[in-house]
Nanobody
């Protein structure tokens, strides 16, 4: 089992940057594929980016490609989401998620993730 705690959210102007962090408890972080999802008011939770256990494979939603970067530091039990060129439509609560997976697999299905953080609010003003 793993517990996830997000941080790094806040209020930023359009065009600005934020870096989200997700710290995982336990010694088995390296066993989990990780992802960032987001949920805006009145909308369904959607996948933003995902990364394999070994960090070698990643996936991005079309809406964030070229602007966001997901990465992980297995020594620090942490996954990051670097967000650049932020837009008002990026405003949402951002959640990290974890699921056990083989080394190189990227999981892009919300229902497959077993563990979730509480989320951190990102607000982008125009």
């Amino acid at each position: 089992q793993v517990q996830l705690v997000e941080s790094g959210g806040g209020l930023v102007q359009a065009g600005g940057s934020l870096r989200l962090s997700c710290a995982a408890s336990g010694r088995t972080f390296i066993s989990y594929a990780m992802a960032w999802f987001r949920q805006a008011p009145g909308k369904e939770r959607e996948l933003v980016a995902a990364i394999s256990r070994n960090g070698g494979n990643t996936y991005y939603a079309d809406s964030v490609k070229g602007r966001f970067t997901i990465s992980r530091d297995n020594a620090k039990n942490t996954v990051y989401l670097q967000m650049n060129s932020l837009k008002p439509e990026d405003t949402a609560v951002y959640h990290c998620a974890a699921d056990p997976a083989p080394h190189t697999v990227v999981i892009i299905t919300l229902a497959q993730y077993d563990y979730w953080g509480q989320g951190t609010q990102v607000t982008v003003s125009s």
